[in-house]
């Protein structure tokens, strides 16, 4: 019964295709997270979405688009992907950040 | 903003203690989070803290000074299944930034 699961978990694709990354949490979480994780290890948020609101918004190329059809469920598609889209993108969610927050397992994306 | 440092490496021996270090900078701050991953899996929850003190929690504790902006993650009686990338994260304006990590390594 996994609380935070994402599909796949590895994505090998070229250049210039969409792909998407699909999470689902049966926590009951309202609130969901998207990071992205770089060779160097280093977790940056992307987005964020409450209640299916986004809240959070960082510094990210309009290629990447989120979609929360219902609070339990935060997708993300990427367009016209590049080479420097190859991470590890984790999904998360919490109930309320102030008690941190639970990961998925990660999809490991590499644009070739 | 926050601005959260960590060391980048350490290396103990088992059955030793570690102590892993973070300071943060940070405007509106909420709570300071510990986080283990192991290399290829997920981060997972290991401590919080808001108020000043220690919070012990089997044989891993952490610590918060607010006024300092520091706190430490003490890694005690280390297993060599405790190899792994300790991520300190502060909350505030309603997300975890992390720091780099500190990917520590146990040696027999």
């Known amino acids: 019964d996994t609380a935070v699961s994402q599909t796949p978990k590895y994505l090998v694709t070229q250049m210039g295709n969409d792909k998407s990354i699909k999470c689902e949490q049966n926590?009951?979480?309202?609130?969901m997270y998207w990071y992205k994780q770089d060779s160097k290890k280093f977790l940056k948020i992307m987005f964020s979405?409450?209640?299916?609101?986004?809240?959070i918004n960082e510094t990210v190329p309009n290629r990447f688009s989120p979609k929360s059809p219902d609070k339990a469920h935060l997708n993300l598609h990427i367009n016209s992907l590049e080479l420097g889209d190859s991470a590890v993108y984790f999904c998360?969610?919490?109930?309320?950040?102030?008690?941190?927050?639970?990961f998925g397992s990660g999809t490991r994306l590499t644009v070739v | 903003g926050q601005n959260i440092d960590q060391p980048t490496e350490m290396t103990a021996t088992e059955g030793a203690i570690v102590q892993i270090n973070c300071t943060y900078q940070t405007s509106g701050f909420n709570g300071l989070f510990w986080y283990q991953q192991h290399a290829g899996e997920a981060p997972t929850f290991l401590s919080y803290n808001v108020l000043d003190g220690l919070e012990e929690k089997g044989r891993f504790s952490s610590f918060l000074s607010r006024s300092k902006g520091y706190s430490y993650l003490l890694l005690k009686e280390l297993q060599m299944k405790d190899s792994a990338s300790y991520l300190c994260?502060?909350?505030?304006?309603?997300?975890?930034?992390f720091g780099a990590g500190t990917t520590v390594t146990v040696r027999a």
């Open positions: 998360a969610s919490s109930h309320d950040g102030n008690y941190g927050y639970t």
């Open positions: 979405y409450n209640n299916k609101e986004l809240i």
């Open positions: 994260a502060g909350y505030n304006d309603y997300k975890l930034s």
């Open positions: 926590l009951g979480h309202d609130t």
